[in-house]
T-cell receptor, first 114, second 112 residues
Framework: EPEVTQTPSHQVTQMGQEVILRCVPISNHLYFYWYRQILGQKVEFLVS????????KSEIFDDQFSVERPDGSNFTLKIRSTKLEDSAMYFC????????????FGPGTRLTVL | GENVEQHPSTLSVQEGDSAVIKCTYS??????FPWYKQELGKRPQLIIDIRSNVGEKKDQRIAVTLNKTAKHFSLHITETQPEDSAVYFC???????????FGGGTRLMVKP
């Protein structure tokens, strides 16, 4: 069964550094998402992406964040200048279509900012 | 925006007993309510979902009920097994977008 994949599984970085988290959504899916989960807390929506543009974003997704689909398979989340509070598990998800459709989650990237 | 509250935060049951997890939502426009199971260190996986045009949905030992008037929905697991032990998240979304708003999670422990 196809799955969403993410790399790396764990990323450690210094405060102020840029990080890029990578995701490969399921191949026939058209909608892509990033969520984050701070340790012990709820999963929080960051951004959704469709047709090569952001369709929705949360307040968390400020100017430090950006997303890109650089080719036909990858979907990336970039954090320009990491802060301590960016430490979290970042999940990529994808769905066949938007609006009331199952979102399939990747295994996550644990980001640790020192 | 949407706010989803989930209770209880932890739930311990004996194997074979039933477990019920409840969620409330604030946005009356929400019309899609999935439930995800997350085992330790793993990805959230959808176990069941319900849309606002039905009041109940069942899949083997798992059922979900929805009360649109009261804006709450519940997950029912019958004949619990140790492998049901995990964190369960409810979520909601509406036709205005496709973001999921999650509840705070319930850690279910099934004791053998």
């Amino acid at each position: 069964e196809p799955e969403v994949t993410q790399t790396p599984s764990h990323q450690v970085t210094q405060m102020g550094q840029e990080v890029i988290l990578r995701c490969v959504p399921i191949s026939n899916h058209l909608y892509f998402y990033w969520y984050r989960q701070i340790l012990g807390q709820k999963v929080e929506f960051l951004v959704s992406f469709y047709n090569n543009e952001i369709s929705e974003k949360s307040e968390i997704f400020d100017d430090q964040f950006s997303v890109e689909r650089p080719d036909g398979s990858n979907f990336t989340l970039k954090i320009r200048s990491t802060k301590l509070e960016d430490s979290a598990m970042y999940f990529c998800a994808s769905s066949v279509s938007g609006r009331a459709n199952e979102q399939f989650f990747g295994p996550g990237t644990r980001l640790t900012v020192l | 925006g949407e706010n989803v509250e989930q209770h209880p935060s932890t739930l311990s049951v004996q194997e074979g007993d039933s477990a019920v997890i409840k969620c409330t939502y604030s946005d009356s426009a929400s019309n899609y309510f999935p439930w995800y199971k997350q085992e330790l260190g793993k990805r959230p996986q959808l176990i069941i979902d319900i849309r606002s045009n039905v009041g109940e949905k069942k899949d083997q030992r798992i059922a979900v009920t929805l009360n649109k008037t009261a804006k709450h929905f519940s997950l029912h697991i019958t004949e619990t097994q140790p492998e049901d032990s995990a964190v369960y998240f409810c979520a909601a979304s509406n036709n205005a977008g496709n973001m999921l708003t999650f509840g705070g999670g319930t850690r279910l422990m099934v004791k053998p």
